[in-house]
């Protein structure tokens, strides 16, 4: 069976237009909406995992200004029939992603931040509409600032509050927040005299919309950490997360080995199970077994149009895709020979203890050797070796792909120190 597999998959909607490979992870959105909803979720997991797809994929359900069944047809969730109708096209939903929220200073970041709102307000350029008496001219007037980048910290940082309104206002209902890799301005910032504020700024934009407001259905983010736990914005403190240590959720993001099988069949290579288990396997998500659908898409790809190198073997596809996750292992390396040991054993193939920190402020990573460890644990770099919740939790690398990253960056802080006094 020739099957179509894309390297970028982002988008739920151009996914399914154009006839690409997708494994069904619809069963999230009954799961949420109607099994375990609250009014702000977090959902994290590792980079390339598929945390945006499943962000676009919410968005592109709940969307009113969708018509969605075409690219939801044949899938889990239409099986459900109440949700269909209570849900699909039903609410006004604001998307937003800081992926590209970062620079190389404080006035940088937050120009790239509104940025990304006024992209938000050109989307919504309808709540303008004169004919609409329902909205003041005062929020007509600061969405303008906000839409040409005019608005000063504090309203940005109110602008979804004020667009989640007008929105509330035009629809006569409540309005779906999605933002996604919310967590990326911060760990870009990392290590620069910028962070505090990024922090506070990034908090502060949260916080208004995760607190208790009428105007707001649902706030649902997605992220590598759960790093605002504790914060002095109140709102934030409401969000409830689903980290990989949960079994809430565990396998709806990321690629199960039953979904691994169906796709090595349907791509016609069944008998590379093995190959792709060693490298791409290995993670434990809540209680749940779990792959990386970056590395087994694109292993397969190559198996598909002829580019994979027998001599080479499997590549480690996940390598060099996140500076931010490679600064995290550096940072420490070197501190103490304990830390030292512990990558060593790691490399040996052997499991390490550690106190799980599953809320880790990402200033707070280097402050002591299990908030590394979480970090990785969180990043992907490193897995648990058990099913089950522990004090001390078992962690090991998790197959012959990272093994390489975690070799290579290990490697690479060594020969780069090497002679410095």
Not at 6 to 15: E, G, K
Not at 242 to 267: C, H, M, Q, R, W
Request: proline letters at 3%; hydrophobic letters at 35%.
């Amino acid at each position: 069976m020739r099957i179509n597999i894309r390297s970028s998959y982002d988008s739920f909607r151009d996914l399914r237009e154009n006839d690409s490979y997708y494994v069904d992870k619809t069963g999230i959105i009954k799961e949420y909406l109607v099994d375990k909803f609250d009014k702000a979720v977090l959902f994290t997991r590792p980079r390339r995992f598929g945390k945006t797809l499943t962000m676009t994929m919410f968005r592109d359900f709940l969307d009113i200004r969708q018509d969605s069944r075409d690219i939801f047809s044949d899938l889990e969730v239409m099986n459900y029939t109440d949700v269909v109708e209570r849900f699909m096209n039903q609410y006004p939903v604001l998307f937003i992603s800081l992926k590209e929220v970062y620079g190389k200073d404080f006035d940088s970041i937050f120009i790239a931040l509104c940025i990304a709102v006024s992209k938000l307000c050109e989307q919504n350029r309808f709540l303008l509409e004169e004919n609409n008496e329902s909205i003041s001219e005062v929020s007509r007037e600061m969405f303008r600032k906000l839409w040409e980048q005019k608005a000063q910290q504090p309203n940005v940082e109110q602008s979804l509050d004020l667009l989640s309104q007008m929105l509330r206002q035009y629809y006569g209902k409540p309005v779906f927040v999605i933002i996604d890799e919310y967590d990326v301005p911060m760990a870009k910032a990392l290590g620069t005299s910028a962070y505090d504020k990024v922090r506070d700024m990034i908090e502060h934009m949260l916080s208004y919309v995760c607190k208790t407001n009428d105007n707001i259905k649902s706030v649902m983010l997605s992220g590598c950490l759960y790093t605002v736990k504790n914060s002095t914005c109140t709102g934030v403190n409401n969000i409830i997360p689903y980290t990989i240590l949960s079994p809430n959720f565990e396998s709806a993001i990321g690629f199960t080995d039953e979904n691994v099988k169906k796709i090595l069949e349907d791509a016609g290579f069944p008998e590379q199970y093995e190959t792709v288990s060693q490298w791409y396997d290995g993670y434990i998500f809540g209680r749940e077994k779990m792959y990386c659908p970056w590395d087994v898409l694109l292993y397969v790809r190559s198996l598909l149009d002829g580019t994979y190198s027998s001599a080479m073997g499997p590549e480690s596809y996940w390598a060099n895709t996140s500076e931010t996750s490679q600064n995290i292992i550096h940072g420490f390396l070197g501190k103490t020979a304990n830390v030292n040991e512990c990558f060593e054993q790691l490399l040996l193939g052997n499991t390490i203890d550690c106190v799980i920190n599953e809320s880790i402020p990402y200033h707070q990573i280097h402050e002591s050797g299990d908030n590394l460890w979480s970090a990785l644990l969180e990043t992907g770099y490193l897995t648990k070796a058990v099913t089950e919740k522990m004090v001390r939790m078992p962690l090991r690398i998790p197959n012959k792909a990272i093994q390489v990253v975690f070799r290579n960056e290990v490697c690479n802080y060594f020969n780069g120190t090497a002679g410095v006094i």
